[in-house]
T-cell receptor, first 114, second 112 residues
Framework: SQTIHQWPATLVQPVGSPLSLECTVE??????LYWYRQAAGRGLQLLFY??????ISSEVPQNLSASRPQDRQFILSSKKLLLSDSGFYLCAWSWQSYSGNTIYFGEGSWLTVV | GENVEQHPSTLSVQEGDSAVIKCTYSDSASNYFPWYKQELGKRPQLIID?????GEKKDQRIAVTLNKTAKHFSLHITETQPEDSAVYFCAASTFGNEKLTFGTGTRLTIIP
């Protein structure tokens, strides 16, 4: 079966500090990978998605970046965090197949920028 | 691109009654419609989905209906229970499209 791991689960970072969130998927190969952000009490905002190693599509211009150094690894980064970057960050994956694009989420990372 | 609208944004239902959440989509090529449930502080989890070649799908107390002509789909929860309290998101995508477009969510509260 497929599993998705995301860490750290929670972090508190000062404004201007860097960020690195990491996600790995097990039990599948060549998945689509996604980073979503959810502000408190709000909806799901797609930040980045990737269909393969080194292929990153950005949905929203911001001070965040994403990388996919390995097939099942997806990293979200920032060089300098803003207060507005606080939120619940969710990594997700889906199959690359003609089966309907069901997305499966990781457990999420709570980021508080202070 | 696809746009998904979801209503209502909040819904309170007496325990045992039914709850209905409705979504409309804009892209007539969309043909996959999942629903996710997100409990407080947790990740969204798929509860049911429907494909465009089907008009209705049921799974115990949960059902989803799809009207492709009108471009809307709905989630129906019968005999609601306290554990049904959560935020529900609808979504739409096209087969082979790597992106899923989400609705804005409905906060469902079951009143004991």
């Amino acid at each position: 079966s497929q599993t998705i791991h995301q860490w750290p689960a929670t972090l508190v970072q000062p404004v201007g500090s860097p960020l690195s969130l990491e996600c790995t998927v097990e039990g599948t190969s060549n998945p689509n990978l996604y980073w979503y952000r959810q502000a408190a009490g709000r909806g799901l905002q797609l930040l980045f998605y990737s269909v393969g190693i080194g292929q990153i599509s950005s949905e929203v211009p911001q001070n965040l970046s994403a990388s996919r150094p390995q097939d099942r690894q997806f990293i979200l980064s920032s060089k300098k965090l803003l207060l507005s970057d606080s939120g619940f960050y969710l990594c997700a994956w889906s199959w690359q197949s003609y089966s309907g694009n069901t997305i499966y989420f990781g457990e999420g990372s709570w980021l508080t920028v202070v | 691109g696809e746009n998904v609208e979801q209503h209502p944004s909040t819904l309170s239902v007496q325990e045992g009654d039914s709850a209905v959440i409705k979504c409309t989509y804009s892209d007539s090529a969309s043909n996959y419609f999942p629903w996710y449930k997100q409990e407080l502080g947790k990740r969204p989890q798929l509860i049911i989905d429907i494909r465009s070649n089907v008009g209705e799908k049921k799974d115990q107390r949960i059902a989803v209906t799809l009207n492709k002509t009108a471009k809307h789909f709905s989630l129906h929860i019968t005999e609601t229970q306290p554990e049904d309290s959560a935020v529900y998101f609808c979504a739409a995508s096209t087969f082979g499209n790597e992106k899923l477009t989400f609705g804005t969510g409905t906060r469902l509260t079951i009143i004991p």
